[in-house]
């Protein structure tokens, strides 16, 4: 910041350099600036003028080269980073507050230097107690301390950290009050709170969000010598401690209750331990088949190793419980070495832990746990007096001090590994060992050791040496031909959709959820377990596209051991889920080199996929999930930029991917906050839709661009605009059936309308607004049911048309009042208007009047020509790409087929036609082309009554649905008449009756004067 203070100095400018600091203007957003930028911050025109200028010279000096990018530009990826801390971030962090209690008592008792070394001591106990668990001892006030784990480097047990922390704390506490006590000092109690959410921390490492007030309080209601935490830690912890419910409560500045626990001390389980119920198991059989074919061979004598490789969740341990529970009454011995990532620096530990578990541990008296030993040993026909010293070390199974070995360090090792191996080798001669080892990943180098020295000798015994590992493992050891790889693959559709019916049971969730859950999860058996429970707790609306608290911390953890090729993951989640090497760079603005080896890296973490040859390559982040966790952790500020960089290299870079997918850019605009550019690409991205007949996308899209100008102050460039997007808006609406917000939006904009102001103003295709926007509502009312207002609107447009002395918005005029007149009944009027259409036409107009005018004569009895017309219609047009109205067109022509006495022809047409609307949602015309279905059921040389009746039923029910009283006029009398003919007449008065009645206008019309008839006929 203080460089731009001089540089605004050196402007003569120094006045700015508050304001810009308060905006957060760096020399990074420097080049982005723009003359509107500057002007909404206040600086005045001859200022915005010096200032653009010299910022045109910081770009100098790399002429020819895209502009700054946001980040910096830097060619290495670790300046990335720096640059994105320097800025803050956000992340799930666990924080832990511990406090004296009544410290103000106990030191009012001391001397002031007693006092300072007491509450020292203690504080150095809790610092250690922190660092040693891998946190971050942020803040020391007084007598209180606060630590956070997940900060700078989250780890996928910040919670279990945290927690083990603050219990050693309190043990640690007692021992100095032990020591103290002797010395004649006070006691000193502790109370610490433990909680965990979501946290911004800037540069400096200050930390915003509710965590530390919350865990503060928390802590304030800790009984003194306990530890409390909040559900939230719980659920992160379950199954790892011993903890008591205590009760809800509120909290301070807190808004709801929050439920607390005490910790009493860790339970030695494991997460396993925890409540969790497994989930049936879901495919998987070729794998377990595989380790099944495999067992065999090594029961044989043949010994085998299998490493089951997968990204955290695939279901690595499943395959191996499967496959326990698969053996049996098979003579085996289980033997589970599992790597923890607590103690990954303790050598060893897998071995320590299961001798733990097989002798008993500190419950069992020592010398039972040395004879138990013994006797294994002998057993298996080894030398007990020997090996008993070299191995109850490594079993933590305690040895008198006279049997202890006085060997050299490395000797000792040496010897302890080769009695280790030799006590397995022989244990499998006696009874086939399964030995399942857990976590490689998180292997200590001594335990990596053995495990080189099996691998490569186990080949001669009945052993089967079970391995898990993430994809980031390298074995130490060599392949050999009795090595076997399971690289795990995630569920696919099917399996995915199975689980969350499984998981759900009776909650059915809908079939666009399963979709998502299987998309966001990327098909991990995890992932899906998670998403799907916080979807039945939170309903389908809150849920799917939450990440689980459960899954917070792991993904964060994931990300962070990525080092610098996270900053390329977090600018990745930006662009979106897919996208391609050369987009992604010029919106990084890294270097090729850091930037290739960057994405290899997240491909090797099972992050991205990788399609293509870099640097030709497209990315694709493997699942949702991982892609919202790297987005979640920038700064809301930081996304906003990265998104507009992503927009405009979209826009000024990549012409023909803008121009393919509009609404990406558009998405990045409203993301980065540029309302005008947002409404521009939403706009743009809805009529693309609209004319390419994706009519419920061009809805959604014209929505979103109405959205955002709202939030805009009016001005006359954006009421322009407006109008034409209100125009789209409406048409997409009315398109799709609905009619009544398809005539709101004409009405809306037409009262913005101006016909002064607004003249000028044309479509996208070049036609008049206010002429389009007149005959679109024109079809609207008539099939709302008000005849009378579609013709007042087809006949204004056709005289406002005149008036512009503009063709091509006369031609318009035309074709949609004979369209209007035909829906009244009009004939003469209608052809009129095509005469008049044709003689001014080009090619496309043409077309459009010669479909016109075939519909025309389908309706007149003239179905020779009819087909001629509308087949030569059809066959002009989809030459250009449209395909709208086909369905309406194609009706038309079932019927001249009818006529024609040519049956085979009306069904494909017919069929075709309802293939279309349900395919294009073309709903506007969907009750009449079943009505006419129906008509022509009755038509056929045999015809269907009841086939007739269940067409005019479903007719009647969407001209309703739509409230589309012209329509359900219509097939309310084709009903009448069928049951007239079956001699019901007083049902078909009771069904026509009310719906004529509902009219107020048009009686003239066709309809209505025929519908009145048959009333009277029925009466
Ligand atoms: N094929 C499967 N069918 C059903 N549930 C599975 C399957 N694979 C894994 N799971 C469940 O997914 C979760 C994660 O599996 P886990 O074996 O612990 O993964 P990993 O060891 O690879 O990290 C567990 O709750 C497990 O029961
Ligand atoms: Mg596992």
């Known amino acids: ?102 410290s103000t008592s106990i030191s009012a008792q001391l001397d002031a230097e007693e006092w300072r070394d007491l509450v020292g001591a203690y504080l150095d106990a809790a610092s250690a107690a922190v660092t040693e668990m891998g946190g971050y001892v942020a803040k020391k006030l007084g007598d209180g301390l606060m630590a956070l784990f997940g900060y700078p480097v989250a780890q996928e047990n910040d919670a279990e950290r945290a927690a083990r922390a603050a219990l050693s704390i309190q043990r ?114 070729e794998e377990i088949a595989m380790l099944m074919r495999r067992w065999e061979r090594a029961r044989q004598g043949d010994g085998q190793l299998v490493l089951i490789v997968g990204e955290p969740g695939l279901g690595k341990s499943r395959l191996i419980e499967e496959f326990h529970a698969r053996l049996r009454e098979a003579a085996h011995t289980w033997v589970e070495w599992s790597c923890l ?288 966790a790297a987005y979640e952790n920038l700064l809301k500020s930081r996304r906003q930029a990265l998104h507009r960089r992503a927009g405009e290299v979209l826009r000024d870079q990549f012409a023909t991917a803008a121009a393919a997918e509009p609404e990406l850019l558009a998405h990045h605009f409203t993301q980065a906050g540029l309302t005008e550019a947002a409404i521009e690409w939403w706009g743009t991205a809805g009529q693309r839709s609209l004319a390419r007949s994706a009519l419920v996308e061009a809805g959604e899209q014209l929505k979103r661009a109405l959205d955002q100008i709202a939030t805009l102050p009016a001005t006359p460039a954006l009421r322009r605009e407006e109008i034409k997007l209100e125009v789209a808006f409406a048409n997409a609406l009315a398109l799709t059936g609905d009619l009544v917000g398809g005539k709101e939006h004409y009405d809306r904009a037409l009262a913005i309308y101006d016909p002064a102001e607004h003249r000028l103003l044309t479509t996208r295709s070049g036609r008049d607004v206010g002429v389009t926007l007149l005959s679109f509502r024109s079809s609207c009312v008539w099939q709302l049911g ?86 030569s219609g059809i066959t002009s047009l989809r030459s250009t790409g449209a395909t709208l109205y086909e369905p309406w067109h194609l009706w038309h022509l079932a019927m001249a087929y009818t006529e024609l006495g040519q049956p085979e022809d009306a069904r494909r047409c017919l069929d075709d036609a309802i293939e279309k609307v349900a395919r294009s949602n073309e709903k506007w015309c969907e009750a009449e082309v079943h009505r006419i279905a129906g008509e022509i059921a009755l038509k056929s040389p045999q015809p269907e009554a009841a086939k007739a009746e269940t067409y005019f039923e479903r007719a009647l029910s969407i001209a309703r649905q739509q409230q589309a009283k012209s329509w359900e006029l219509r097939a309310a009398m084709s009903m009448a008449r069928l049951w007239r003919s079956q001699g019901k007449s007083q049902q078909a008065r009771e069904l026509l009756a009310p719906v004529y009645t509902w009219f107020t206008e048009g009686f003239d019309t066709l309809d209505l004067k025929e519908a009145n008839a048959l009333l009277a006929e029925l009466a």
């Open 172 to 285: 640690a506490l007692a021992e100095v009050n032990r020591k103290n006590a002797a010395a004649g000092k006070p006691a000193l109690n502790a109370r610490i709170g433990i909680e965990i959410g979501p946290v911004v921390i800037d540069a400096a490492g200050e930390i915003y969000g509710d965590p530390p007030n919350v865990s503060a309080r928390v802590q304030a209601l800790a009984e003194p010598g306990t530890v409390v935490v909040t559900a939230r830690v719980q659920r992160q912890i379950a199954g790892l401690f011993v903890a008591e419910e205590r009760g809800s409560h509120e909290l301070k500045g807190v808004p709801e209750p929050l439920t607390l626990y005490r910790l009493v001390r860790a339970s030695g389980g494991g997460r396993r331990a925890g409540q969790r119920h497994l989930t049936a198991l879901i495919g998987r059989e």
């Open 1 to 102: 910041m203080h460089q731009i203070a001089d540089w605004l100095e050196k402007l003569g400018m120094s006045e700015y350099a508050r304001l810009f600091a308060e905006n957060r203007i760096d020399f990074s957003v420097l080049p982005d600036l723009t003359d509107q930028d500057l002007e909404k911050l206040g600086v005045v025109l001859g200022d915005r003028r010096k200032m653009l200028r010299a910022i045109a010279n910081l770009d100098d000096k790399s002429p020819g080269v895209a502009p700054e990018p946001v980040l910096s530009s830097a060619q290495s990826t670790t300046a990335l980073t720096a640059a994105a801390k320097a800025v803050g971030e956000r992340r799930y962090l666990t924080v832990m507050f511990c406090d004296l209690v009544g």
């Open 786 to 871: 008000y005849p009378a207002a579609s013709r007042n609107d087809a006949e204004r447009a056709v005289k406002n048309a005149r008036e512009t002395g503009h063709p091509t918005t006369l031609m318009y005029a035309l074709n949609r009042a004979a369209i209007s007149y035909t829906f009244c009944g009009d004939y003469t009027a209608a052809h009129a208007q095509i005469d008049e259409l044709i003689a001014l036409a080009d090619e496309k107009g043409k077309a459009l009047g010669t479909l016109v005018r075939g519909r025309l004569f389908s309706l007149t009895g003239n179905a020779a020509d009819a087909v001629r017309a509308i087949t």
């Open 341 to 628: 990532q607590l103690l990954q620096n303790t050598p060893l530990h897998p071995i320590a832990e299961w001798g733990r578990q097989r002798f008993g541990g500190p419950d069992v008296p020592a010398e039972r746990q040395r004879a138990d030993l013994e006797n294994s040993l002998a057993q298996v026909k080894l030398d007990p007096a020997e090996n008993v010293p070299l191995l109850a070390p490594l079993l933590d199974i305690p040895l008198p001090k006279e049997r202890a070995l006085t060997l050299a360090p490395e000797e000792l090792r040496r010897r302890q590994l080769a009695a280790l191996t030799a006590w397995l080798m022989a244990g499998a001669r006696s009874q086939p060992i399964v030995l399942a080892l857990e976590d490689l990943h998180w292997a200590d180098p001594t335990t990596l050791e053995v495990l080189r020295g099996i691998a490569e000798r186990g080949a001669l015994v009945p052993l089967f040496v079970l391995a898990t590992a993430r994809p980031e493992f390298r074995a130490p050891w060599g392949m050999r031909s009795h090595h076997g790889t399971i690289s795990l693959a995630p569920l696919d559709r099917t399996q995915v959709r199975d689980m969350v019916a499984e998981l759900s049971a009776r909650h059915a969730l809908s079939k666009e959820v399963v979709e998502d859950v299987a998309v966001r999860t990327g098909g991990v058996p995890l992932f899906v377990e998670e998403v799907t429970r916080l979807l039945l707790e939170r309903g389908e609306q809150g849920g799917t596209q939450a990440i689980p608290p459960t899954l917070q911390q792991s993904l964060t953890a994931r990300l962070d051991r990525l080092g610098s090729a996270r900053e390329v993951a977090q600018i990745g989640a930006v662009v979106g889920r897919d996208f391609s090497y050369y987009l992604l760079r010029e919106i990084a603005g890294i270097g090729d080199a850091p930037l290739q080896s960057a994405l290899e890296k997240l491909a090797d973490a099972d992050i991205l996929l990788v399609q293509g040859l870099p640097p030709a390559s497209d990315y694709r982040f493997k699942h949702a999930l991982i892609q919202d």
